[in-house]
């Protein structure tokens, strides 16, 4: 017993660390993104404005300077996306529910898949690495969910209990024909959301919704936060 016990922890701690260094790889090219890549493009957006105004008056000319203004602004707005998910999603500014809220509207494909959030319950306090990884999970699993299932639709709700926080991705995809194999092979699969699962002490079940996969992840709030201070 307490070799299985020993084991398990073992796993956990080669989790934690695999996922700590991920995580600060992810953050800095988010980073890098966000405050040298994005501010480039804004200058180069001066220039083009510049550009325009010291152009004569040739009616094809500015045609074309607003044709590449307005696919510039296109590309500004697609690279701050992806730093907006490459970046932990909590700031100084929100909570976390907010942080998750704000990642699922940046997870939208306008046309081709609607992500929808919903939070019950009394928000609880969460460790700074809590938050980071059970939004890792959260992101994974929305991609996932276009990426494998053809979801139209993902819903993620949170559950907040005093001792409790309940997570559930689902979706409505049709891309799994046999849902319950692909469950087998997510369980069987040491992937990075079992590993940042177990970093945190927390446990993610696979079953069938309602016209998709269904993932929950269930995390201990109070066990955890006496645990790390």
Request: glycine letters at 6%.
């Amino acid at each position: 017993m307490n070799l299985l016990f020993s084991k398990e922890k073992q796993e956990a701690e080669i989790s934690r660390q695999a996922m700590e260094a991920c995580e600060h790889i992810i953050s800095e090219m988010g980073a890098e993104l966000h405050d040298d890549l994005i501010q480039r493009l804004s200058v180069f957006g001066l220039s083009l404005d510049r550009l325009e105004r010291a152009l004569p008056e040739r009616a094809q000319a500015e045609a074309l300077l607003v044709g590449m203004k307005g696919d510039f602004q296109e590309v500004i707005q697609s690279v701050r996306k992806i730093s907006r998910k490459l970046l932990p999603v909590r700031t100084e500014d929100n909570s976390f529910g907010q942080g998750i809220a704000l990642l699922c509207q940046n997870m939208e494909r306008p046309g081709t898949g609607n992500v929808h959030f919903e939070s019950t319950g009394v928000e609880g306090k969460l460790t700074a690495l809590a938050e980071t990884y059970l939004s890792r999970i959260v992101q994974e699993l929305i991609h996932n969910a276009y990426k494998h299932s053809s979801a139209w639709h993902v819903w993620v709700r949170f559950s907040w209990l005093p001792e409790l926080l309940t997570i559930e991705v689902e979706d409505d995809g049709t891309g799994f024909s046999k849902v319950p194999e692909f469950i087998a092979v997510l369980k069987r699969k040491h992937n990075t959301l079992k590993m940042r699962s177990e970093a945190i002490g927390a446990f993610i079940h696979y079953s069938q919704g309602k016209s998709g996969l269904l993932a929950r992840v269930e995390y201990s709030i109070k066990e955890r936060l006496s645990r790390d201070l």
